[in-house]
């Protein structure tokens, strides 16, 4: 009996001993488990949690990008050139889109905002290859934006923004000193996505709108909005408890650029030049190389190129021979005659003429068994270095380029500017052609020969020079001696019209001649519009005073048989140049008037640029004149003194 009860009682021991080993396991299973998960609670909140924030953000939150208010771009006098004005545009975010019925909503898109069967196809494309947003069309009307609105629902992913856009008031008017903008393209961003550009957005091209693209452009703001699960935003409410303060970053507009352009003085040109197809004018304060006016035609209107160009207006641009993007004012072109001053001022300085010195022109001259004819045939007679300017005599200039040679003439030019680009880094400014007999016994099928100085003095031959280089030149011989850099620009001014940088005139070198030389060069240049036997003495204004030189460019070889221009082709007619200071004594403006293929210099450039001139003159002495008084009103009932 007593045995059976201990063995009882060992069992009991036994059973309760697996009990409580049985419990351990479990408290030591939970304790596992519990360790397990707060590992993984510790993995996923600490170690993850950022990454996890961001994507489980990144499902119901969308960043969109604010443009930045793009800075204008204004005149001398403060007048708007370039501005912006919002636009509703339509996009397509490819990451929402991609999840629906696309040709279902495609159809739709192409419904609402008439987009061609191309069009569409090109949506297609560049949603598929998933970039970040596709813009669909720009400028929609408001009662397509109230369409696509209605139908939300049916349409995942489309957006409708405001967005700033370029808009240019003079239209055509200074297009190639303005520039335009255009959509970056694919090449533009693998170079400019560091720098914050991504696809839709716009860039300058060609003038100011280029140079100045950093200053222009400003940074872009952030909006973050709450979506649902079809991208659909949701209200301020949801918005505001997810996202609080940190919903919107304000885009930082840019900088405006304040020219020294002026937006008058460029209408005026555009108006003087209306016959004209082709040609350039630049304008200049010779005082401080401030260009008043960069003019180019033809011009493009940079509010077609700006916006969505119609395919029509592409051609036009392409299939016109004046070639339309070409900014003309600094390309390079024969000079002709206004390229006389080289000669005049390597004569004088290297002592080959005196001032008073004369030389008689019978109406040609010989070198080599070759006569070089001058434009008069029967000849000017004797000519001093001043009469030369003035009756434009070709012999007196071969005389002294024979004399000078190539290399000396070279080194004047280069004294003026000519040969090398100014630096106004505006529309691959071409640095026009001085040749020398290095550059003859490298280029000229013969080599150098000596008789090639004697067309080089007169701008002919291989000599090139932009209307730019040809207006600075002579600004420095109206200010007494100092070559400019070209100023375009004066100032950059923040959104709130503070100026935040100045470019004050700079000068590139002095002329280093002689007082003797250069009043023989400017009395010259002033008998050509003021002395009866002058160029453009028919055009000598009674109250106004103005000194120029006018150049009349060949571009094809004379032959045995002089040909009238207006019986050539066209594109075989000589180029008319005319440049002009004024007043004579104490200069404020300088003109260099290019119209290509037009024919003589003093018929046709001459009167443009005196019109110009005598246009520019009249509006500064008006502005200058004070405002007239104001009546003193009467006193009103309620006032007391």
Known sequence: ???????????????????????????????????VITARFWYLQIMRGDEYWRASSNNIIRDMDLRAPRGNIIDRNGKVMAENRPSFDVFVLPHIFNKYDTKQTLALLQRYLHLSDQEVKNIEKRVQAKVAQVPVRRDVTRRAVAALEADKLRLPGVEVRVIPHRVYPYNQVG???????A?????????LSPYGYTRGDYIGRMGLERSFEEVLRGSPGIDRRVVDVRGIPQGEAETQFLIGDYRKIAPVPGRDVVTTLDAELMETIDQAVRDYPSGAVVALD?????????????????????????????RRVDNNPFTPMLDKSVNAYFPGSVYKIVGAAAALEEGIEEVDGEITCHGGYMLGGRRFRCW???????????GAMQHSCDVYFYSIADRLGSDVLAE??????????????????????????????????????????????????NTMSTPLQVALAYGAIANGGDLYYPRIVSEIRNSEGETLFEYPPKVRRTLGLKDSTLAAIKDGLYK??????????????????????????????????????????????????????????????????????????????????????????????????????????????????
Do not use: C
Request: charged fraction near 20%.
């Open 1 to 35: 009996m007593a045995k059976t009860q201990q063995t009882r009682s060992a069992a009991g021991r036994g059973e309760k001993e697996g009990a409580g080993k049985r419990y351990l396991w479990l408290v030591g299973l939970f304790f596992v488990a519990f360790l």
């Open 175 to 181: 297009a190639h000193a303005l520039g335009y903008m």
């Open 183 to 191: 959509e970056v393209s694919s090449k533009d961003l693998l170079r």
């Open 286 to 314: 010779p005082r401080d190389g401030s260009i008043l006016a960069l003019y180019s035609k033809p011009g493009i209107n940079p509010n077609s190129w700006t916006g969505r160009l119609s395919s029509m207006e592409k």
């Open 376 to 386: 008069k045939r029967g000849g000017h007679g004797p000519l001093d270095v001043a």
């Open 412 to 461: 004047y030019a280069y004294k003026f500017g000519f040969g090398e680009q100014t630096g106004i880094s505006l529309n691959n400014e071409s640095a026009g052609r001085v040749p020398t007999k290095e550059w003859h016994r490298t280029n000229s099928p013969h080599g150098y020969q000596h008789g090639f100085s004697l067309n080089t003095v007169l701008g002919q031959g």
């Open 528 to 641: 050509v519009v003021n002395e009866n036997g002058g160029t453009a003495y028919a055009l000598k204004s009674d109250d106004l005073e103005i000194s120029g030189k006018s150049g009349t460019a060949q571009v094809h070889a004379i032959g045995t048989v002089r040909v009238a221009n207006r019986d050539k082709a066209f594109q075989l007619r000589d180029h008319a140049w005319f440049v002009a200071y004024a007043p004579s004594k104490d200069p404020e403006i300088v003109v260099a008037v290019f119209l290509q293929h037009a024919g003589g210099g003093s018929t046709e450039a001459a009167p443009v640029a005196i019109n110009v001139i005598k246009s520019y003159l009249e509006n500064q002495k008006r502005a200058a004149q004070p405002l007239p008084a104001q009546p003193d009103l009467p006193p009103t009932d309620g006032d007391s003194d």
